[in-house]
């Protein structure tokens, strides 16, 4: 049996301004088999986002990624499942909102993407991304401890949902 990824999701403050598109998307999220592992509602310091968006400080467009990252409360979550990574960037669709509206209309982005900053989600694009990206967000977070002892338990479906915490706990039995 494969080893799960965890993957970093955020929900942008233009969706979350939104309630009917921001409960679609996560209605989709659950209902495409991801597991949340830790969720939060806040919104993002501009600390946080110069360290998130450090690789594109010397484009055209970091200025507006800050700008509007930090403009209002993002959805911050953690997945999980088999594949996560990329099974979240499929679902999310092409970062260009243009191409994804043309090519593939039916992702997170051809629906409810604005533009290529006001593109409705962010995904890690890969395990190291991930790891980077989670501990600027839950800087308490263990990952080797979450993959030796909680993983098993997620892939293995011991967990329950907690609605109104919009996260995935491990049942004890």
């Not at 594109?56 to 990252?69: A, E």
């Not at 099974?87 to 209309?105: I, S, Y």
């Not at 409810?112 to 839950?138: C, M, P, V, W």
């Amino acid at each position: 049996m494969a080893i799960w990824q965890l993957t970093m999701a955020i929900i942008k403050p233009h969706i979350i301004k939104n309630p009917v598109s921001c409960t679609k998307i996560k209605e989709l999220i659950l209902s495409s088999n991801f597991k949340i592992v830790l969720y939060k509602r806040k919104t993002i310091s501009i600390c946080e986002a110069e360290d998130f968006y450090y690789e594109h400080q010397h484009k055209f467009f970091y200025n507006r990624l800050l700008t509007f990252i930090t403009s209002g409360p993002s959805d911050i979550l953690v997945l999980t499942k088999e594949n996560a990574i990329a099974d979240w960037r499929r679902l999310m669709g092409p970062t260009k909102v243009f191409k994804a509206q043309f090519e593939a209309a039916n992702t997170i982005r051809g629906q409810y993407g604005l533009s290529d900053t006001r593109n409705a989600t962010h995904g890690s694009d890969s395990e190291q991304s991930a790891e980077r990206e989670i501990k600027i967000f839950f800087p308490e977070f263990n990952m080797d401890k979450w993959f030796g002892e909680k993983e098993p338990l997620f892939r293995s479906d011991k967990v329950i949902f907690l609605e109104d915490q919009f996260k995935h706990e491990v049942v004890l039995r």
